[in-house]
């Protein structure tokens, strides 16, 4: 279970705000890359707070509002599919993310960083492999970047029915790539995700 270990650990080194930064979307076909950062108060417990893939949809919708609710300061911010393509993914996560950090109301001086990778962020940063299932801020990211990524995902299945985003996501099941097959790809789609078109 997420701890407040990490953020403990950098506000004992006398920084004052540190806040959680995950992503969402980095394996769809379609859609932006979408990021939030989160600081939460340094005595919050919200009780049921995880890693967002371990949860149910209903609980990451209900914990969504809570989180809202009760961090000092939150943002959730994306990359374009157009912007996908042209950095690739990696790079576009990192500037959904730093997009994010530098969105939040509370300036943070200090962020921890989901997975193996942090570029070009303005202020320290500490990345944390399985972070959302380590640090109570990250998880908490994870939650505000999964439940927006989905939201976009009912939005562009009312936009584009053909493909079935709503039931996968934007993932690359079989039945999307044969739709994209079908129907060739929209506008949303990351052409440079579309390799096995060529095949």
Not at 74 to 94: F, V, W
Not at 117 to 127: A, D, K, V
């Amino acid at each position: 279970m997420p701890s407040f270990e990490y953020e403990e650990k950098h506000y004992l080194e006398g920084y004052t705000a540190v806040c959680g930064c995950d992503e969402a979307g980095r394996g769809p076909l379609c859609g932006p890359v979408v990021a939030a950062a989160v600081i939460l108060p340094r005595d919050l417990e919200i009780e049921g707070l995880n890693d967002s893939k371990k949860l149910s949809e209903k609980k990451r919708e209900m914990l969504f509002e809570v989180i809202k609710e009760k961090a000092l300061a939150y943002a959730i911010a994306e990359a374009t599919p157009a912007e996908i393509d042209e950095i690739n993914i990696l790079n576009a996560s990192m500037l959904a993310m730093r997009r994010a950090v530098e969105a939040l109301e509370v300036k943070a001086d200090f962020a921890l960083i989901d997975g193996n990778c942090s570029r070009g962020f303005e202020i320290p940063t500490e990345t944390v492999v399985k972070g959302d299932a380590k640090s109570y801020s990250i998880a908490a990211a994870s939650i505000l970047a999964k439940v927006t990524r989905d939201r976009q995902c009912i939005e562009l299945d009312r936009a584009y029915p053909e493909y079935g985003i709503a039931k996968h996501k934007g993932y690359p099941t079989k039945e999307h790539m044969d739709a994209v097959r079908e129907h060739g790809p929209a506008p949303i789609y990351r052409k440079s995700f579309l390799k096995f078109l060529d095949k």
